[in-house]
């Protein structure tokens, strides 16, 4: 049977997922994960693919890919047969390490992609197996250095710095996320949350003060698209900034979140 063509991104960021064959486990040891994180890194520098986001468990990886299509099959092609050979060698294992070809998932909106990063660096805590800030195997202590990769400073700024992005992989922060994102027979499920009106007005008086419809509204063209990608940004639809500010339609949705 012929399989399906890959989704692209318009973004050119994915949020890619694998799996052990069978569902068996990855990484028997602390050096089968040095050596995968090792290679991720060599192979995505040599196909110019940047990482902005990853997560390693036992059976399953998932990393955030930001690069060319054809240039990210390139690099995980040359990470799984690296890896399968450095497995195999190692292990005594015969056969496939990885369950068929690897997952990719368009990610197109910023709000999407804050809620993808923290779903990968989340894994752990789902699983039982520790936190997030005290996991070794995830990005999540990287975007908390002191001068992290460039990659990962844009990232966040979209959450608002680093104490808004620990507020982000909270307990709080989880409940009030725009996206819902669940895992199904391997694929990835996303369902964003409705605002209702009234969360909406109170959200707006919360980033705009009382006046929030006249504030926006009077605001220069710059200023004014900034304030409709934030409302956009925290879950409000067109229909609801069109009746909240007076702003048209078509201007709303030419500010892409």
């Known amino acids: 049977m012929t399989r399906a063509g890959r ?3 318009q973004s050119d960021i994915y949020h890619v997922v694998e799996r052990g064959a069978g569902r068996r486990v990855l990484f028997e040891d602390d050096g089968d994960r040095k050596f995968f994180l090792e290679k991720l890194h060599d192979y995505a520098q040599d196909n110019k693919v940047s990482l902005l986001a990853m997560c390693l468990m036992d059976n399953h990886v998932h990393l955030l890919l930001k690069g060319k299509m054809d240039d990210l099959v390139c690099l995980m092609r040359s990470l799984n047969t690296s890896f399968a ?3 195999n060698g190692k292990h005594g294992h015969v056969g496939p390490v990885f369950q068929d070809r690897f997952a990719s998932y368009p990610v197109e909106e910023d709000a999407y992609l804050m809620e993808v990063v923290r779903y990968i660096h989340l894994n752990p805590d789902r699983a039982g197996i520790g936190r997030c800030d005290n996991y070794r195997w995830s990005s999540y202590a990287a975007y908390l250095k002191e001068h992290p990769a460039k990659e ?3 990232i966040l700024d979209m959450f608002g710095g680093r104490d808004a992005f ?3 992989h909270s307990e709080d922060g989880v409940e009030v996320g ?3 994102i669940r895992v199904k ?3 990835i499920l996303v369902a964003r949350k409705a605002v209702s009106d009234g969360e909406a007005v109170d959200l707006a008086r919360d980033l705009f003060g009382d006046k929030f419809s006249t504030c926006i509204a009077s ?4 200023d004014r698209d900034r304030a409709l990608q934030k409302l956009r940004m925290h879950g409000l639809s067109v229909r609801q900034i069109e009746r909240l500010t007076g702003i048209g339609r078509g201007v709303i949705q030419r500010c892409k979140v």
């Open 166 to 168: 620990v507020a982000f």
């Open 178 to 180: 725009l996206t819902d």
């Open 85 to 87: 050979r450095h497995y």
């Open 152 to 154: 990962l400073e844009d």
């Open 219 to 222: 605001m220069g063209k710059a």
């Open 185 to 187: 027979n391997d694929q």
């Open 7 to 9: 989704r692209i991104a």
